[in-house]
């Protein structure tokens, strides 16, 4: 029996990473111990016992995804609910506006030109006229409202499409999953007939780190989106500071528009970024590379850039042509290379996830192989759950 411990969550961003650090450590422990149990229980067999531990991981990576497409599919499912209750308000919308001008039309003018003859004053007739101007106006604002709400159920329908297009991806991965699952299990079992209990407890142990990396990482990616507005507007402000800033050499302080410091003050950020830039340009010019296939097709088991491939096969595509090798599928990439932490990903890394891999860009943001439907695409790092961050340059 085992103990898990989960800490009070974190407020700041660097902070929900530590936890997250400390969780996928834990959980790369408890797949170190499998590993050893399995070592244990036949050190005759080397082939079988790595066998053993990614069977482990495929377990994993399965209820990852299937929680992943049993939420995608909530998700799909209040969409169409609120599609379809924004196709109930435009046609009663439309119906409205059609009876409105249709009585208009019938009537021509006869109808308020009698209703002014008809006043009984200058101000009955004065007030009758205002009241044929309000028709006129709810007329225009009827008409504004069925435009908008047939934007809206235009977004609603592709936000829709791109759900289902994620998900049917989900379950072709899932599926792929589980064939490789089959054939491990069998191997195991015919070896190892007591297999089955040991791996329960350790599926337990690796589930519930799990649970927290899927909640850490969400949490991540939310405080991220919060820093982001945050950021948005503080440069609005610096812009609007900008506009008001004398420009015509009276001895005020200038400011530099694109990094909103004063000049002569940002000498040492400079060599800063320089420095930084140097470090990371060959992950970079691999990132500008791999962003020319965007828009080339998904195809499983491929590996051309070009004509269409697959998550891994577009990672491994992308490095040979720098000369670098890495595994074909995406479970071995996630043990090449040198692991890292996400918060310190460069752009060039893997971002590995159940069953997926993409390449990240830098700034939260990936290009990968994603569906059939949307190809090679970018995309945002934390749209999943991330299992593993490798740097193999």
């Given at each position: 029996m085992f103990e898990i411990v989960v800490p009070a969550w974190a407020t700041t961003i660097s902070g929900v990473r530590n936890q997250r650090n400390q969780t996928q450590q834990s959980l790369n422990e408890v797949n170190g111990e499998i590993d050893d149990i399995q070592s244990q229980r036949d050190e005759a067999n080397s082939e079988l016992e790595t066998m053993s531990g990614q069977l482990v991981d495929i377990l994993t990576s399965i209820?990852?995804?299937?929680?992943?497409i049993e939420l995608k599919q909530k998700e799909i499912n209040i969409a169409q609910k609120d599609l379809t209750e924004a196709q109930a308000v435009e046609a009663?919308?439309?119906?409205g506006m059609k009876k409105r001008i249709q009585f208009m039309y019938e009537q021509g003018n006869m109808v308020y030109m009698q209703a002014l003859l008809g006043a009984a004053s200058?101000?009955?007739m004065v007030n009758k006229a205002e009241y044929v101007e309000g028709i006129y106006n709810y007329d225009r604002q009827l008409l504004a409202e069925?435009?908008?709400?047939r934007e809206t159920i235009e977004n609603l329908k592709i936000s829709l499409e791109q759900e289902k297009s994620q998900m049917l991806t989900s379950e072709y991965e899932l599926e792929q999953e589980r064939e490789s699952l089959k054939l491990l299990v069998a191997i195991q079992r015919r070896t190892v007939e007591d297999f089955d209990a040991q791996l329960e407890n350790a599926r337990k142990?690796?589930?519930?780190?799990?649970?927290?990396?899927?909640?850490?990482?969400a949490r991540i990616k939310k405080l991220e989106e919060q820093e982001r507005k945050k950021k948005e507007e503080?440069?609005?402000k610096k812009e609007e500071e900008v506009q008001g800033t004398d420009t015509d050499g009276d001895g005020t302080t200038s400011i530099d528009v694109n990094t909103g410091e004063t000049e002569g003050d940002d000498v040492e950020a400079e060599e800063e970024d320089d420095d930084s830039e140097g470090a990371s340009s060959f992950g970079q010019e691999i990132c500008d590379y791999a962003c020319q296939f965007v828009g080339n097709p998904y195809v499983f088991g491929g590996t051309s850039l070009t004509d269409g491939a697959?998550?891994?096969?577009?990672?491994?595509?992308?490095?040979?042509?720098?000369?670098i090798s890495i595994p074909r599928d995406s479970y071995s990439q996630r043990s090449c290379g040198v692991g890292v932490a996400y918060e310190d990903a460069q752009p060039g890394d893997i971002i590995c996830y159940a069953g997926?891999?993409?390449?990240?860009l830098g700034n939260g943001q990936i290009v990968h192989a994603s569906t059939e439907q949307t190809g090679i695409t970018y995309g945002y790092a934390t749209y999943r759950t991330i299992l593993a961050v490798r740097r193999v340059i």
């Open positions: 209820e990852i995804l299937e929680e992943e009663e919308q439309y119906e200058y101000s009955d069925y435009v908008q709400n142990k690796a589930s519930a780190y799990k649970t927290q990396l899927q909640q850490q990482t503080e440069e609005k697959d998550c891994s096969g577009f990672t491994q595509s992308v490095f040979a042509h720098f000369g997926h891999v993409a390449l990240y």
